[in-house]
């Protein structure tokens, strides 16, 4: 950019939320900058996050596949060997194949990548700190903020991204540990485990809820997810918090604690009598160990405070429901500002904000937003759980089905898991699915636009699904939801 060039368009952050809001502006006709300080485009997601993590879980399944599920099926396999060296330059292919596609969309949408890390200056001014050197500065008629999230650190362990890890270094390593603590049973700690866990590691979870999965998942679904995960060799420890890490020795030194007899610590003598009996202290050591206890907003170095912007009390951009700040030519997407921090819901998010921006109207189904956790098998989800279905007060059906009842799950071998349906007792509407089973993470759209159509269980069940498929486990799962299901 030419000193101080003004744009109808200025974006900071070249993550999915900023790429695609510079996408859509540039179809749009918006003069648009976007300014990036990685290097690449694609963000987190694109290059250390969803895209390298899914190609090693692809990978690290076929090799355990190929290891331990060949014979039953006829397959005589000889010497299997893993070469993790290739196996990473297969997660890189595909990642400069995706981040280079970004380059060649911006210049298709006149898209200007202003490759560098940017400031405000003022409340219409961006200063960028070049990565080739220099300093150049770019004026916005619009702003959007989009400089994503990092992982959150834990306290008393440093992360060197070799022996004590974020998802960054996880995915990354250059050998299979022996002994591998996750702190955090949450999306990271399963996806990034089941890795390890399939190419050799001895994987235990230490999660600080009495559920794994995080708490957006159904509770019966994180149970037989659970099961299913143990039966694969990873170990978990709920309702258990570290308490301290020690990594001065050549293994590391987790100190964990029981979460509901730490918390009544010292505090009454029923309490001393409950931590003498619910306590257990123990310490677990591992070659690597992966923090994965959540994200936060990273808005470091961008001068949010130079301009008043108001931060939230776990460091979010505020904003109104037009995605605005207090200044309203400037707007926050993505995983900086409220919401679940999944990509999708960030590229739905840069459409809005540039449709407010050209045609003064936008809009994001919140209630509508799946979330996939792409283990074997996968978990996926949409709308409410049951314990928020309950909670709310609402009378509610609850029909499943299971895989082991669908014909092709059966001829895959592959008969674990569940499909579930939450529908209003009264008017039947969809409340929420959630589905542990092969391919849980493509059907969930089906069930996403019955959500976003307002559809019945009878709906659904009443929509002819093609034989055989595992789809129609999910068309069963709503029969029974409003009536029975055929083939359990
Ligand atoms: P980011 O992708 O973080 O992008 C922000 C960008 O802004 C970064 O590239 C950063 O360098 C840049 N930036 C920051 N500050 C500045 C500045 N001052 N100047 C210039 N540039 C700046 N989500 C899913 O939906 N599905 C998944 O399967 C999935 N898997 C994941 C796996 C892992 C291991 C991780 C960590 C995350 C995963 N996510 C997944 C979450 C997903 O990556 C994020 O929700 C998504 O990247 C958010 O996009 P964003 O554009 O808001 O932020
Ligand atoms: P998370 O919020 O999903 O899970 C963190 C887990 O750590 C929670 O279960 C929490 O109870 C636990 N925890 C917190 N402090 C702890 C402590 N001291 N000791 C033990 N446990 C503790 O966060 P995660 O897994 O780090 O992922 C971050 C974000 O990245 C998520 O919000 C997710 O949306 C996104 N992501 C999405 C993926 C997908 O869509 N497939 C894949 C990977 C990440």
Not at 171 to 200: F, H
Request: glycine share 12%; proline share 3%.
């Amino acid at each position: 950019a030419t000193e101080a060039e003004e744009k109808d368009l200025v974006i900071i952050g070249g993550g999915v939320a900023g790429y695609v809001a510079a996408i859509k502006a540039g179809q749009a006709g918006l003069k648009v900058a976007c300014i990036e300080k990685r290097g690449a485009l694609g963000g987190t997601c694109l290059n250390v996050g969803c895209i390298p993590s899914k190609s090693l879980l692809n990978n690290s399944h076929l090799y355990h596949t190929i290891l331990h599920d060949t014979k039953n099926r006829g397959i005589e396999v000889g010497d299997v060997k893993l070469n993790l060296q290739q196996m990473m330059k297969a997660k890189e292919t595909s990642v400069s194949g995706l981040t280079k596609g970004i380059e060649f969309l911006f210049k298709k949408n006149n898209v200007e990548y202003i490759k560098g890390t940017g400031a405000f200056a003022d409340e219409h001014t961006v200063a960028v700190n070049l990565i080739d050197g220099g300093e150049t500065s770019v004026r916005g008629k619009n702003i959007i903020i989009a400089t994503g999230s990092e992982a959150t650190p834990f306290p008393g362990l440093t992360i060197d991204e070799k022996r004590v890890v974020t998802s960054t270094g996880a995915i990354a390593l250059k050998e299979v540990p022996k002994k591998m603590v996750v702190i955090g049973g949450g999306i990271i700690g399963l996806e990034m485990g089941s890795v390890w866990s399939r190419l050799g590691a001895e994987v235990t979870v230490v999660e600080f809820l009495g559920q794994i999965g995080g708490p957006g998942m159904d509770t019966e679904i994180s149970k037989m997810t659970q099961k299913i995960l143990q039966k694969q060799g990873m170990k978990f420890k709920l309702n258990t918090k570290v308490t301290k890490g020690d990594d001065s020795g050549d293994t590391i030194k987790i100190s964990v604690e029981a979460a509901k007899g730490g918390k009544e610590e010292t505090v009454s003598f029923s309490a001393l009598v409950a931590q003498a009996y619910q306590l257990t202290y123990s310490q677990l050591d591992a070659d690597v160990v992966l923090v994965a206890i959540g994200r936060r907003p990273y808005t470091a170095g961008l001068g949010v405070e130079n301009i008043g912007l108001e931060t939230d009390e776990r460091g979010r951009l505020v904003i109104d429901q037009e995605y605005r700040t207090k200044h309203p030519h400037i707007r926050v997407i993505g995983d900086c500002t409220f919401g679940p921090m999944l990509a999708h819901k960030a590229e739905e998010e840069a459409v809005a904000a540039v449709e407010f921006i050209t045609k003064n109207y936008g809009h994001v189904n919140y209630n509508a937003i799946p979330s996939v956790m792409y283990t074997h098998p996968e978990v996926a989800w949409v709308g409410q759980t049951e314990a928020e279905v309950k909670n709310s007060g609402v009378k509610y059906n609850v029909g499943s089905f299971p895989f082991s009842a669908n014909s092709r799950a059966k001829t895959n071998l592959d008969t674990e898991g569940i499909v579930k349906f939450i529908a209003d007792a009264e008017t039947d509407r969809i409340l929420g699915i959630h589905i542990v089973g092969p391919n849980a993470g493509e059907m969930i759209a089906e069930g996403t636009l019955a959500l976003e159509y307002g559809a019945s269980s009878e709906d659904v069940a009443r929509t002819s699904h093609a034989h055989p498929t595992l789809a129609e486990a999910f068309k069963e799962a709503a029969m029974a939801t409003h009536a029975k299901a055929i083939h359990y």
